[in-house]
């Protein structure tokens, strides 16, 4: 999701285009490091199987010798019945 200043709201993307343009950009450098701040230690013990879970992570994401761009990236998931969770939706938030 993102803000789109031009028409005054907020948009998004859809897998599709998501993909294609993520692919485009990550075939642009050829040192990419993606590194995440610490996972609420509380997602370590949680088991409640088809419940959604929102939580917020800092990330620092460097291209190349670009400039790094520190941001949050707000997660909602879902535990599984194998325990394990899945992305539902995430957004960047700088």
């Known amino acids: 999701m993102y803000y789109d200043p031009d028409n005054g709201r907020f948009d998004q993307w ?3 285009t998501d993909l294609q343009t993520t692919g485009a950009l990550l075939r642009s450098y050829e040192d990419i490091r993606l590194t995440f701040g610490n996972i609420p230690p509380e997602l370590a013990s949680f088991n409640r199987p088809d419940t959604v879970v929102s939580f917020q992570v800092s990330f620092n994401l460097e291209l190349g010798n670009e400039l ?3 941001g949050y990236a707000m997660f909602d998931t879902r535990q599984e019945s194998d325990g394990k ?3 539902i939706e995430w957004r960047d938030d700088f």
Do not use: L, T
Request: aromatic share 34%; glycine share 0%.
């Open 14 to 16: 859809y897998r599709q």
């Open 68 to 70: 790094p761009v520190f």
């Open 85 to 87: 969770f899945r992305i």
